[in-house]
């Protein structure tokens, strides 16, 4: 069974007349009957009988046209896929994510994601929580890693419980003050936040969401933060942290990244640990499910319990 000869069946039963459908064929009234001919030996019955000069389908034949047209759609949906792999250009998935987090998260993912999408091309945006909400939002990037809280515009695929903690100078008079007993659970002790009323703190601007951590943390200790310095990045209040400028809050990745010899002094800023959910945002995109996944997935296998040592 040939797809031409299907698709002579059915143009013959759409016309009513081998000559018409040849013509509209483009191919000569014999070679039309012919192929049609042998189909009819083939079967062992006819297709089309001749009643008063007119073309009449058999009940063989209106099993043909019946099916025949569905394979020939099928065909058509079968070259048009192969058309649009032939012309398909590599898709560009714009992943915004904090230096930090590119570092931890992103370093050895991007390889593997490649790996599963290779005609994906992925290109990586450096921001912050709020600014790449705002730009997923809009269409400027199709998904960025951030913390809490989530636009309701947003889907957000929870990655990781993040603890954040003091970051307290190696030569601070705090340390004497602080308990030195472990948290249950954690290999660090407890900050006590009250009486760091008179301490310098690194501050960060009012559009990070770890400010608000701060501003939220010490009015729960009972007083408003005095601001050392401010500045925009996790690392560089980390740092800055440890020279002695001020006391900061950091998250535990930006911890880990720490070298050890340049590692200020971290304590928890409650009993049990203060954590925020780290997601990967995006908008419904059909496309990209299996990418925003994948990429999922992969993050998550990365352990936060193991941030800091």
Known sequence: ???????????????????????????????????????EQDIGMPVFVREKGQLRLTEAGR???????????????????????KDR???????????????????????????????????????FSHGMSRMVENGEMEVALAVEPFSDRVIAEPIAQEEIFLAVPPGSALI??????????????????????DEPFIMYPEDRRIQRIVVSETQRAGFAPRGAITGYST???????FQGIGLAFVPAVTAMLCAPANRPVYYRL?????????????LDNPELKAF??????????????????
Not at 270 to 282: A, K
Not at 299 to 304: A, D, G, S, T
């Open 1 to 39: 069974m040939r797809l031409s000869t299907i698709r002579y069946i059915v143009k013959v039963a759409e016309t009513g007349s081998f000559t018409r459908a040849a013509a509209e064929l483009f191919v000569s009234q014999p070679a039309l009957s012919q192929s049609i001919q042998r189909f």
């Open 235 to 241: 690392e560089a209040a980390n740092a800055m942290a």
């Open 63 to 85: 099993i043909m046209v019946e099916e025949g047209r569905g394979m020939l759609d099928d065909e058509k949906r079968t070259y048009a896929r192969l058309e649009a792999l």
């Open 270 to 282: 409650r009993e049990g640990g203060l954590f925020r959910t780290l997601g990967l945002i995006s």
């Open 89 to 127: 250009k590599p898709h560009t998935v714009r992943i915004g994510a904090a230096p930090t987090y590119q570092r931890y998260y992103l370093t050895d993912t991007l390889a593997r994601l490649q790996t599963l999408f290779p005609n994906i091309h992925i290109h990586i945006l450096e921001g």
């Open 176 to 197: 004497e003050k602080f308990p030195r007993q472990p948290d249950s659970g954690s290999a660090y002790p407890v900050a006590d936040l009250r009486i760091c009323r």
């Open 292 to 309: 925003e996944a994948a990429l999922a997935r992969l993050l998550r296998e990365k352990n936060p319990t193991e941030w800091v040592k």
